[in-house]
């Protein structure tokens, strides 16, 4: 029973990692820094059920204060490579050094202090890697929300949502690692309580991160180059505001299906760049909003005019992909 619990978390991270590692050749930048992620968790967890099964030693125990230092900051890397213009360069690989360093301590000293050390820095790391990948996220996210329309499959609140339940639980684990693994050792009950909650967390952690494959590298490449500048008339915001209203009102212009900053801009006559200068400092609006709220109103006018309908109709025709993003954005608007 002790190692079947003890294994839990080693082998959801051992899955999730073989498979990775059989998509890697075809996978993007961000998936393989959660292959490598997974891999530090494997072999963590894989120390922490020696452990816990009375097979350690310092070897293993210099391995799992490494993962565990390591694991975090690598998770920042994946989170970075989401929403960073340059996927990978080199000196970010720094951020391994002090888990390196008191790796080497654990194994060379092996004293209280070295412990003390690797706990203070755990504390650093997992604050660090909380809060910067919150502020990288919601970032990301504004630029998403300022290009699409419809942001299923792009928008970041899965990761942000998932990290935030991922640092709490790690402050758990942190909790744990204060009061010491020896308190779980040969009671299986009280250790399945931390296994089984790390094996959740991760088990969706990498479920997550296995679908979202968009980052702002791929935004990039479908945005294409800056437009050419408007003209003249088009810098008045009057104008772009009645050229707006005209696509809007007449043509029903948020009914395309994945509408996206670029076509509109397109239409208009002005470049992406004052468009979205304009919905933000003027209307006060997101270009995803702005086009959301309008098909919201057309479907309330679709379905006072056909309440038969279905659900699914009714999204469609109002230009949404999915009749989830139609509820979402209902609730949102309503």
Not at 27 to 38: G, T
Not at 121 to 138: E, R
Not at 243 to 261: A, F, I
Request: proline share 3%; net charge positive.
């Amino acid at each position: 029973m002790l190692l079947l619990v003890s294994l839990l978390p080693f082998l959801v991270c051992l899955i999730w990692l073989i498979v990775f590692l059989l998509k890697w050749k075809v996978a993007a930048v961000q998936l393989r820094f959660l292959s490598v992620f997974a891999g530090l968790c494997t072999i963590l967890y894989g120390c922490h059920s020696l452990y816990f099964n009375n097979a350690s030693t310092l070897l293993t125990e210099s391995v799992w204060a490494f993962c565990s230092l390591a694991s975090y900051p690598f998770y920042l890397l994946y989170l970075v490579s989401i929403t960073s213009r340059k996927a990978f360069y080199w000196p970010r690989l720094l951020i391994l050094l002090p888990a390196i360093v008191i790796s080497l301590f654990r194994y060379i000293f092996d004293q209280p202090w070295v412990d003390f050390l690797r706990q203070a820095t755990f504390l650093v790391a997992l604050l660090f890697t909380c809060v910067y990948g919150l502020i990288i996220l919601f970032r990301f996210e504004r630029s998403i929300k300022d290009i699409y329309s419809d942001l299923a499959l792009r928008s970041t609140r899965p990761i942000q949502h998932l990290l935030i339940c991922f640092s709490l639980t790690s402050v758990l684990s942190a909790f744990f690692n204060i009061i010491g693994r020896h308190v779980f050792l040969h009671v299986a009950l009280l250790l399945a309580v931390p296994s089984i909650l790390f094996a959740t967390m991760l088990f969706l952690l990498f479920y997550i991160g296995n679908k979202y494959d968009f980052s702002l590298v791929k935004m990039e490449i479908e945005l294409g180059k800056p437009d050419e500048l408007p003209s003249d008339d088009l810098y008045n915001s009057d104008i772009l505001g009645g050229r707006l209203n005209v696509l809007m009102v007449d043509h029903h212009l948020y009914l395309r299906h994945d509408l996206k900053l670029t076509d509109l801009a397109k239409e208009v006559g002005t470049c992406r760049t004052y468009l979205s200068s304009y919905l933000n400092n003027n209307l006060q609006i997101s270009f995803s909003d702005y086009i959301n709220r309008q098909r919201i109103d057309y479907a309330k006018d679709l379905l006072l005019k056909h309440p038969d309908l279905s659900t699914d109709e009714v999204a469609e025709r109002s230009g949404f992909s999915s009749v989830s993003t139609y509820k979402r954005n209902l609730a949102k608007f309503s």
